[in-house]
């Protein structure tokens, strides 16, 4: 079925991703996506802090603007109700497939 062949798809790219000899080179910067929806202001901080660009109060400002800005909303268009039921798998099947990819970026549930 169509989520169990899309999520097995995922982890084999997530396996290459893992095995890959670039995972911890110091040109890449690994971005926690929580991080940036809860954060989105202090994670662009640190992108800029990481790049070497300094982020001026200027663009701080640009930025809270424009994410204060009911058009840019993530639910402007409304919001769908993701669950596994709704695509026919099991959390934990899914929680086993990226158990190393989770392990590896510290997104393990405790």
């Known amino acids: 079925d169509w989520a169990r062949n899309f999520a097995l798809s995922m982890k084999a ?36 802090d990481w790049a070497g660009h300094p982020a001026t109060p200027e663009f ?3 930025v809270g603007a424009w994410l204060a800005d009911p058009g840019n909303s993530v ?16 959390e934990s099947w899914v929680a086993g497939l990226f158990t190393d990819y989770a392990k590896r970026f510290g997104l393990a549930k405790p």
């Open 13 to 48: 790219a997530f396996d290459r991703l893992l095995a890959s000899e670039l995972i911890d080179d110091p040109r890449i910067l690994h971005i926690n996506f929580r991080d940036l929806s809860s954060q989105p202001l202090e994670t662009i901080r640190r992108i800029y």
């Open 75 to 90: 639910d402007r268009y409304g919001r769908y109700p993701y669950s596994y039921e709704a695509l026919g798998v099991e």
């Open 60 to 62: 701080e400002a640009r």
